[in-house]
Structure formats: structure tokens, C-alpha cells
Antibody, heavy 122, light 106 residues
Framework: QVQLQESGPGLVEPSGTLSLTCAVS?????????WSWVRQPPGKGLEWIGEIYHTGSTNYNPSLKSRVTMSVDKSKNQLSLKVSSVTAADTAVYYC???????????????WGQGTTVTVSS | EIVLTQSPATLSLSPGERATLSCRASQSVSSYLAWYQQKPGQAPRLLIY???NRATGIPARFSGSGSGTDFTLTISSLEPEDFAVYYC????????FGQGTRLEIK
């Protein structure tokens, strides 16, 4: 079955760039899925960061768009997320998930990674 | 930006009771709405997609309804494992989440 595994540095300095990867197993990243990133600050709710298709097409949350870059590495079957100019407000658990689109129908995000915690601090 | 408002913020019920959770959108999202359950230290779990379709493996006691701006998640008879935080998410324009409803044991 599809499995997702996030990884990356747990600590990032303020004004730096947060870089995470999500390893995808059980399915080719070039399948029909879109791949999403979601984050959750400590004790707070979920925030959609954006999504990417294997062709490189992206949709970003407008509130983060200027600082976010998503990409796919087909050779490694993995996704990556970069968030630049980070502040303490970017401290969160970061999740990757698959987002099921079938034509114009959206079937939610049914597979999630376990999440990786990123703290922004000097 | 579409804002999703969930109510109540906290719902206190006993096992066996019926739970009704609400999600209201600031503008129509058609049926581009999903519900998730999240337990402490775990990733969210998809319960309902397309407003009313149960995801694979989700028990029949979970049901979703609504379209446009008003949506409801109903748990017909609460089991002990159902006490968690529930989020709605729209994917009509971008992918915003509601702030969550905490379902706690009374």
C-alpha cells in the first residue's frame, strides 16, 4: 500500500530555509495523485501549504506562496518542500499526504506520513 | 480566501450518544469537502470525502451530509475510540481547514 515518510532537519535558524523530503513507497510518484503538504503548529490546527503534480504543476496557499517551493524527484520517488525566510511562526509538524483527484472530483487526502517536527530557533 | 467555521469548538458526550459536528463555509464549496479525525500524536485520518462518501475502512456510524456552505459530520453511536479532534477541509479554492472540533468524553 502507499506509504509516505517525511524527513529533514528538526531545527532551523530564523531567516533560514526549511527543507524537507517525503519518500513515497507503494506507488509511483508519477501516478495520477497530487501530493500535498500540510503543517500543524504546536497545539493548533491544520494548515494546507500546497500541492504538486508529478509534472511539476503546483498550487500554493496564497498566504505562503512567496516563501514556498515544492518539487518532485522521479528518480528517487520523493517530494521536497522548501520554506524560505522562516520565523518562529513556521515551527510545526509538517505532513505530506496524497490528494486524490479524479477529473474534477476531489476524494480527499487519504494517505498521510507520520509527520516531522521542525523548530525554528537560534 | 474561503473560511471554514466549525462548531462547537468542544463537544462533550458519552459513549453510545449521537454526535453532530458542523462546518460552515464563507462561500459555496459545492461538495469539495472532506472530514478528518486526528488523535494526539497521530496524523489526520480521512473519514469522509465529497461531503458524504465514507473513505475506505471507515465504520458506517460515520456519515457526512451537506453541500454549498453547510456541512455536518454525524457519528451515530459514539465508541470510545471516536473521542478525538475532527477537522473539515475544503478544496474548492485552495485547501483551507476548519479550526477543529474537540470531541471529549463527558
Amino acid at each position: 500500500q502507499v506509504q509516505l515518510q517525511e524527513s529533514g532537519p528538526g531545527l532551523v535558524e530564523p531567516s533560514g530555509t526549511l527543507s524537507l523530503t517525503c519518500a513515497v513507497s507503494g506507488v509511483s510518484i508519477s501516478s495520477s495523485n497530487w501530493w500535498s503538504w500540510v503543517r500543524q503548529p504546536p497545539g493548533k490546527g491544520l494548515e494546507w501549504i500546497g500541492e504538486i503534480y508529478h509534472t511539476g504543476s503546483t498550487n500554493y496557499n496564497p498566504s505562503l506562496k512567496s516563501r514556498v517551493t515544492m518539487s518532485v524527484d522521479k528518480s528517487k520517488n520523493q517530494l521536497s518542500l522548501k520554506v524560505s525566510s522562516v520565523t518562529a511562526a513556521d515551527t510545526a509538524v509538517y505532513y505530506c499526504a496524497n490528494s486524490l483527484w479524479f477529473g474534477s472530483r476531489w476524494d480527499g487526502m487519504d494517505v498521510w506520513g507520520q509527520g516531522t517536527t521542525v523548530t525554528v530557533s537560534s | 480566501e474561503i473560511v471554514l467555521t466549525q462548531s462547537p469548538a468542544t463537544l462533550s458526550l458519552s459513549p453510545g450518544e449521537r454526535a453532530t459536528l458542523s462546518c460552515r463555509a464563507s462561500q459555496s464549496v459545492s461538495s469539495y469537502l472532506a472530514w478528518y479525525q486526528q488523535k494526539p500524536g497521530q496524523a489526520p485520518r480521512l473519514l469522509i470525502y465529497d461531503a458524504s462518501n465514507r473513505a475506505t475502512g471507515i465504520p458506517a456510524r460515520f456519515s457526512g451530509s451537506g453541500s454549498g456552505t453547510d456541512f455536518t459530520l454525524t457519528i451515530s453511536s459514539l465508541e470510545p475510540e471516536d473521542f478525538a479532534v475532527y477537522y473539515c477541509q475544503q478544496r474548492s479554492i485552495w485547501g483551507t481547514f476548519g479550526q477543529g472540533t474537540r470531541l471529549e468524553i463527558k
